[in-house]
T-cell receptor, first 115, second 111 residues
Framework: GENVEQHPSTLSVQEGDSAVIKCTYS??????FPWYKQELGKGPQLIID?????GEKKDQRIAVTLNKTAKHFSLHITETQPEDSAVYFC??????????????FGKGTTLSVSS | DAGVIQSPRHEVTEMGQEVTLRCKPI?????LFWYRQTMMRGLELLIY????????DSGMPEDRFSAKMPNASFSTLKIQPSEPRDSAVYFC?????????FGPGTRLTVT
């Protein structure tokens, strides 16, 4: 089955710096890679996702890149702000048509942004 | 729009008792997922349904766990009997297509 590795487990940056979180996956059939942000006491919130037919996707200060050959994908947050502090999870899945499929999650990265 | 609704938000019970967690998915979503989150194991899928039909329950720890989805707007996860190692946060998520939206979770403590 699919296995997702995520690094680093913790990341501390100064406000305004960039943060990069990296994930690798094992199953070449995986074709959907979402990223979730989880704040303390809340459920994971989908922040950006990418499909395997795209190499990069941006949404304001966040971007995700995908390298299918190497089976790795990364989350990039630019101009970090204290409110970006949270636990970030990557995930991988093989999606078919319109049916839901299970997400396999990485272990998470705790991002701390200090002002 | 209301998101995924879970109840209760917190549950404290004694070992051996039955526990029922409830989930109302987002209206119009056709898939529902139950996840469990612990420090040791992270976020792991327990079971998911497509159009109210269980598709994959391979993540359900053992026979003490069961899940039902009697209709498109309601699902339950039951643990009977509960054990201290079941203590975790249980999340329900729903989707239409592939984007999954999570509820706020139920924090279960079994003493």
């Amino acid at each position: 089955g699919e296995n997702v590795e995520q690094h680093p487990s913790t990341l501390s940056v100064q406000e305004g710096d960039s943060a990069v979180i990296k994930c690798t996956y094992s199953d070449s059939a995986s074709n959907y890679f979402p990223w979730y942000k989880q704040e303390l006491g809340k459920g994971p919130q989908l922040i950006i996702d990418i499909r395997s037919n795209v190499g990069e996707k941006k949404d304001q200060r966040i971007a995700v890149t995908l390298n299918k050959t190497a089976k790795h994908f990364s989350l990039h947050i630019t101009e970090t702000q204290p409110e970006d502090s949270a636990v970030y999870f990557c995930a991988a899945s093989e999606i078919h048509n319109q049916a839901g499929t299970a997400l396999i999650f990485g272990k998470g990265t705790t991002l701390s942004v200090s002002s | 729009d209301a998101g995924v609704i879970q109840s209760p938000r917190h549950e404290v019970t004694e070992m051996g008792q039955e526990v029922t967690l409830r989930c109302k998915p987002i209206s119009g979503h056709n898939s529902l997922f139950w996840y469990r989150q612990t420090m040791m194991r992270g976020l792991e899928l327990l079971i998911y349904f497509n159009n109210n039909v269980p598709i994959d329950d391979s993540g359900m720890p053992e026979d003490r766990f069961s899940a039902k989805m009697p209709n498109a707007s309601f699902s339950t996860l039951k643990i009977q009997p509960s054990e201290p190692r079941d203590s975790a946060v249980y999340f329900c998520a729903s989707s239409f297509s592939h984007e999954q939206y999570f509820g706020p979770g139920t924090r279960l403590t079994v003493t």
